[in-house]
């Protein structure tokens, strides 16, 4: 390793070790403004120009030494950038010399000639780092005449999100080097030349891409700031709370920037696992609904038919005396219906009331899914080993993507697997029904036919065993039942799998090599290979198979994630709002109702008499019958609410503390950041409300097996929901010792302000990313990580045949948008833009057979639905399906895998 | 005495390869695919001491040896940009004796192994472009460019491609980023072009008439040609003379044969006009400007690219601008800031600000508005931008801001208490 001397002081750093970062080992602030440490270094700006030198060397190749028997040094003539000179040994910097002063000095100067210096009224300023650097190194004075100034556009659109500020552009290409390097979305650039040098986006429709708020963050000025925060705060006026994304599965760090009871923005926190210093656009702009005026401020109770204002005493008193009653004629006539988007603590107590106080398993947190296996088993037993970082894959790890849209359901995840791929090597096989965005960093990019997903799986094990890659020791030693299962799949062979499922068998073959021989596998399976109909059972035996014979589980970078729908569809499972799974994902010995089963169908007498619907609206889905008794517990009058007898006004995540579990199975903490609207409260007291009064009084018996000892009052009572927490630290395995002391390990609040924190430290910049690689949140582990001597079965599922009759009708893909039509994307304005008008997207051999050019009106019909969308016709989609992205206007609740018929309007 | 390079002063028809032939032409390349190893086509370069014309001067058998060992692609780019104020030898090359620089390209693409060299010209140069697509698909037609080179296995293809009008495309890393369709702006060096070059693979960039001398050394061996000129600049040289002279125009002169007096006076004709010699720009607007009242002796020096660096001046590309006695010195440095702030790409910010922080300043004291402190800041600026920009434009902006603020000071004062420019009143 080479050591360099920096200012007098040494230090040894790893080859390749850019000056600017050798620096920060010793203590030595280099100023800067193009470098960022995650983009590729450009030497722009010349900010950080330091004297460097060398020893020197005599003819013979010898390091001369000077009179004092030192290396003698031989300076560079010019000064040079530190940001993009790589050390080498012996090397000697100055950075504390009048010569490198002056250079900061003149460089501050050349850019605040040109600057508007409106700080007054600009969005960075308290956070700027021209703002700091120029009282750091400027000069005190300017001596360039203010009317010789160049003047430049000040409010360009920079898409619907971002506006531009000409005048305050450095020119330092950190947005663009952003868009390029990180996002791999090419929107931005600079036009012209010379003082007239332009951000300008090449895109249509402008900056066309999901993680542009970024760009505001890394801007070392104010010449991006965002649409929606834009002139609204003075930065040190808003308070920082550290917080988790809650909209999608990847469970972005963010901080919830509050001022005066309103979110004014939102920025990421940095998590090294998680989503380093990024989030998505979603994440950081759609927080409206949180202070939304149609939140509900009071619980309501229907009164003559209507929904009117009442106490929580009332509300609580009338749900919890209609339960007993029922609960008195048939505990299994109460279901429960709990969303995914609920945190740990809710979905705990929802499933706690209903196991140990109704005596009821009709639990569901499955509302609009349309199938029942959701690799929870496998997740339980194979799930990624703990240390898996997504982002930090390297050669030696291959991981099969496989029925996943990351880019539109798990943004950030697309960005790391991107990095993982792109930067460290990783080996993406990236298969699906069709073709991602996440397929260009595949080394192999499979598209199988829907419905086949499970044939694509066998071949892919067949493959392995008929080349003898399997991992004999391991399947010797660990695994049962595996003669059994090579027996059953004595018929699937690669040549029948790979026609079934339209993958070139050589293809398969050479896939099932790159897992087989890798030292890691991973696997990463998503909504569209879950929700295969008919299939999902034999998709995730499939896929357990995969991981078994070739014995990559129980380590880092080895086994299963599931990229879930939802930012704590993993927290449901592991607290049991599942008719089968109890909590920390034991089984439940008598199984209760789904959802699909409790909701029943529009011409059915409902199955349960009574429904407490918790965070999820299964009216929007269609085909809703009420109940004889409804409660809905939500922050909006959803449409189930508006049938309900009691609804019952709930939290947001961010008036509230809790913990969501994301979709790696890593618990994370956010806290309160709002003053609860109205009289809302949070879900976990609502539900310890309920069951307090049903337990109350009464030691009545109780009949179903769960009962225990839970019917004491006191056994309900919590003060916070780190309570709650504390109780399942204690008594759920999987989340022992996960207090919110030990989740808040290493959740800092990087930028302390008038008020908060200590006002004497500076305030340091947002997203700098300063490659401390903090790392936040706990992780639980799998069974094949903390039982090594576990066993593991291999089951056979067999899988049933995609429907190919003729190429009519076809199989509709469901895709998401991120931008959907859903309620809490509708109360953000800003985005409205950005959510794409409903389409059904069609292969062009299907098109042209069917006479449909692209942009035509068609009549969708699938399901005894008939709905009308414009056609697109492009090569995304394989011949034999098409693709309707869920829940945009009019395309709710689409089924997977349905078949569909495609006419003309 | 003939000429080596603007051999069509003497053979008028020489841009037809039947005639560029028969005086010898593509012998030279011939006897390097034939009968020379590559690295022996290179050595012979380096023993001929040929110095880049493009400016630096570096020596060009030096820079083909930097390519890394076994990576191919290799590519050759020939640096036609030409956009120096008062630089205009390439274009008569290409226009009129294409064939030597084609066959110079082709005999460097076979040392470095290249197969695939380009040629980046200025777009304002159509009627050049066309000249070379000519040669090309003349040399083509004649098995001297293509696959199986008279009979051997190298094969070459020579692309023009046209730049869109920035000078700052004439900087080596900014013209690869031009041809790859990326804005014209400089890379950061290291990595220089012969490590990651064109599409990321090692690259040599060599000028126009650089490359035309190559034929002369292959075909009449690297000692004759190392006699030529002096010990450190060998070989011959075109002088660009422009300004205020009777006979403009590029002269052909072996390094250190001639002097700024011989060219000006005895090979231009002396000053237009019956005026008297005020100031010289030996390397474009990118100079530091010559006073010879100040010191006489800067006349008398033979050129060559160290001579005129005790005079405070360099040679640059040797585009000579010859100034009058009418004109003003101020003029002068807010029309060479003018350029610069112009041709600033924009990429860093001492040029970018400096530049156009230059031209506002000498616009004042060109105007008349200016004060005395704005002399100083002028300089100033110029010395803060000096040694601290990306690539060299920054440094050459200052250059004769810094001289004729030096030389001519004098000048800017009286315009300061003229309240104007004495030149145009
Ligand atoms: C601003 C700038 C403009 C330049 N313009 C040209 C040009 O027009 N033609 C040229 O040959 N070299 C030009 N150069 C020099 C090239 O960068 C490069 O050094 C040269 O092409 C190398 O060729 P040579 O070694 O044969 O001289 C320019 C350099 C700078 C910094
Ligand atoms: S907009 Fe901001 S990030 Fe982009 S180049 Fe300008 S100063 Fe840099
Ligand atoms: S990627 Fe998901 S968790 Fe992260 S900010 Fe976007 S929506 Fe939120
Ligand atoms: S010195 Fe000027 S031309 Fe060169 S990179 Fe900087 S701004 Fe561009
Ligand atoms: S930080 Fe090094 S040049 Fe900008």
Redesign the pocket.
Known sequence: MPQVTIDNKKVEVPNGTLIVEAAKKVGVEIPVFCYHPKLQPVGMCRMCLVEVGTPKRGKDGQIELDANGAPAIAWMPKLQTACTTVVSDGMTVRTDTAQVADARRAIVEFLLTSHPLDCPICDKGGECPLQNLTMAYGPGQSRFPVESKFHNAKRVPLGDLIMLDRERCIQCSRCVRFQDEIADDHVLGFAARGRGLEIVTLSDPPFDSKFSGNTIDICPVGALTSRDFRLSARVWEVRDYPSVCAHCSVGCNILIGERDHAIKRIVPRENASVNEIWTCDKGRFVHHFTVAPDRLTTPLVRKNGNLEPATWNEALDLVASRFKEIKWHDPNAIGGLAGDRASNEDLYLFQKLFRQVIGSNNLDHRVGWSVTNTGADSVRVYGAGVGTNLGALDQNVTALVFGADPEEEQPVIRLRLKRSARTFGANLIVANGRVTKLAKYAKQSLVYQYGAEAYFLLGLIRAILDERLENRDFIATRVQNFDAFATSLEPYTVERCAEICHVKPEKIRDAARQIAQSPNFLILYGREAMFAQQNDVAVARALAALLLITGHLGRANNGLVALYPHNNSTGAIDFGVLPDGGVGRTRVERRGLSAREMLGRSNERPSMRALYVMACDPAADGNFVKPEFLVVQDLFLTETARLADVVLPAQSFAERDGTFTNTERRAQLFRAALKPIGEAKPDWWIIAEIAKRLVSGLQFQVSGSQVSGNLKPETWNYATASAVMDEIAATVSLYKGMTYAALAENVKLPRPRSGQGNPSEQPTEIAMGELENISSGKVWASVAESDARAKFELVWSEPSRPLTADSRPLTLAVARSLYDGGTLVSKTQIVQARVPAPFVEINSQDAEQLGIADGARVRVSFDMRVIELDARVDGHVPPDAVLIPNNLDGTAALPMGARVKIEKV | MEHLILRDLDISDIDRIEVYEKHGGYSAFRKAVKEMAPDQVTDAVKVSGL????????P?GV?WSFLPKGVFPRYLVA??????PG?FK?RQIMERNPHQFIEGMAIASYAIQCHHAFIYI?GEFPHAAQCLERAIAQAEARGYLGEKILGTDYALRITVHRGAGA?????????LESMEGKLGQ?RVKPPFPAVVGLYNKPTV???????ANVPLIIERGADWYAKIGTAKSTGPKIFCLSGHVNRPGNYEAPFGSISLRDLIFDLGGGIRGGKKLKAILPAGA?SFVINPAANEAVLDAKLDFESLTPFGSALG?ASVIVMDDATCMVWMAKKTSHFFEH?SCGKCTPCREGTYWMARLLDRIDSGAGTLADIDLLANVANQILGKTL???GD?STAPVTSSVKAFREEYERHVKERGCWARK
Request: some cysteine; proline content about 5%.
């Open positions: 110095r880049g014309r493009g400016g630096a001067g570096f060009a820079k640096n036609a940009d030409e956009s120096e630089t390439d200025r000078y700052i495309c004439g900087e080596e890393t900014a013209l400089p960039i060599n000028n126009v008439e650089t490359l990118s590309s041709e690539c060299p434009l050459f």
